[in-house]
Each structure stands twice: as structure tokens, then as C-alpha cells.
């Protein structure tokens, strides 16, 4: 079993539609939990970073944490065309490494 | 303020030849780190460093494979020699301190292997 699941889709989604990104982890001794946004040809970005259980929101987005099942989510609000990536979870405990998923293509249709 | 660079950003060479990719981590982060994305196996960590001793390689594929960071501005990653399965793309991050942070991450090097 991997640390770390994330469905890679791809994902096709009509602009102004409410977007869930999920990914699922093993090791309840994680604790730290990031989204990375990556264009095409670039290197992938920090979106959100919470290190909770709960919700925090940044703008249209939203990243959600359940520590007790194991699942983080991101929300995206109002999806725009320019949206349009892969969005890969990335996982942590304290002094360990970043563990990434598998990443999630997302197309935002006009 | 400049983000993480890499070079060059594209590298197309032939079976069996040297290739040196360059990092230049964002000034004043300590911890610096190797990855290599695939189709196939997704984004790995290949090797970290933390204020400028490599402190996990075990993502290192084989002896071909080598990183040096000489100074705190600079790391080389070598691949010697190089093989048709090393295309990738291989991106350099930095973080302020651990490895557990987030880290902010170049545009990668594309690297195609004849």
C-alpha cells in the first residue's frame, strides 16, 4: 500500500463548477499537509499548507483535513479555465520527508 | 525575490554521455532537495540536503547517479553514465530549514536520452 493515494483522474469540469480533490494516507503519524499546483512544463507551486485537522481557506480555495480518516481534500470555488493543472497532495511528519501523490489532472472547460 | 533556478532547461544527449544539471537554491534556505517526476512512477525524492551535507540519499537510483552542493548557492546533480530510462525531469527545491516544510521548487531540467 502506498503512503499516499490520490486518484489521478483526469478530471473535466465546466467552468463556474465546484471542484474535490482528495487524497488518502496510512501513516496516522503524519502531520504536516500541502497542495502543489503544477502547470504544464513548470515546476509545482504551493496552494495551501495546514498542518490541523479542519479547514482553511485561501481565496476560492479550501483545504480540508480529517486526521481521524486518514483523507485531505481541496476545494476549488468557481473553477476557472485558468485552474487548469495537476494538483498533487504532499504529506509529512515532523523531521520526515515530503511524501507527494500520484497528482490529479484538472481541465476547466470554458 | 528570485525563485529557485535550475539549468538548462531542456538536455538531449546520446546513451552513455555525462550530464550535469545545476540548482540555485533561494538565498537563505538551509535545506535543499533532488526530485525526478515520471509518468509512471510520479514525483521521487531522490536526495536532500541540509545545510550542505546530503542527509538522505536513499532515493538515489545507483552508483550512476551522484549530487554535491559545495556551497550553500549551488548543487550539481551527475548522472554518469547516462541511460535511455533516466528521461525525466528532474526539479531542485528549497526549503528555510527541514524537510518536512513546504518547499518551493524550480522549473525542472527535461531530460531526453537517446
Known amino acids: 500500500q502506498k503512503e499516499v493515494e490520490q486518484d489521478p483522474g483526469p478530471l473535466s469540469v465546466p467552468e463556474g463548477a465546484i471542484v474535490s480533490l482528495n487524497c488518502t494516507y496510512s501513516?496516522?503519524?503524519?502531520?504536516?499537509f500541502m497542495w502543489y499546483r503544477q502547470y504544464s512544463r513548470k515546476g509545482p507551486e504551493l496552494l495551501m499548507y495546514t498542518y490541523s485537522s479542519g479547514n482553511k481557506e485561501d481565496g476560492r480555495f479550501t483545504a480540508q483535513v480529517d486526521k481521524s480518516s486518514k483523507y485531505i481534500s481541496l476545494f476549488i470555488r468557481d473553477s476557472q479555465p485558468s485552474d487548469s493543472a495537476t494538483y498533487l497532495c504532499?504529506?509529512?511528519?515532523?523531521?520526515?520527508?515530503?511524501?507527494f501523490g500520484q497528482g490529479t489532472e484538472l481541465s476547466v472547460k470554458p | 525575490d528570485a525563485g529557485v533556478i535550475q539549468s538548462p532547461r531542456h538536455e538531449v544527449t546520446e546513451m552513455g554521455q555525462e550530464v550535469t544539471l545545476r540548482c540555485k537554491p533561494i538565498?537563505?534556505?538551509?535545506?535543499l532537495f533532488w526530485y525526478r517526476q515520471t509518468m509512471m512512477r510520479g514525483l521521487e525524492l531522490l536526495i536532500y540536503f541540509n545545510n550542505n551535507v546530503p542527509i538522505d540519499d536513499s532515493g538515489m537510483p545507483e552508483d550512476r547517479f551522484s549530487a554535491k552542493m559545495p556551497n550553500a548557492s549551488f548543487s550539481t546533480l551527475k548522472i554518469q553514465p547516462s541511460e535511455p530510462r533516466d528521461s525525466a525531469v528532474y526539479f531542485c527545491?528549497?526549503?528555510?530549514?527541514?524537510?518536512?516544510?513546504?518547499?518551493?521548487f524550480g522549473d525542472g531540467t527535461r531530460l531526453s536520452i537517446l
Open positions: 527545491a528549497s526549503s528555510p530549514d527541514r524537510a518536512d516544510q513546504p518547499q518551493h
Open positions: 504532499a504529506i509529512s511528519n515532523q523531521g520526515g520527508k515530503l511524501i
Open positions: 538565498s537563505g534556505h538551509n535545506s
Open positions: 501513516n496516522s503519524a503524519f502531520q504536516y
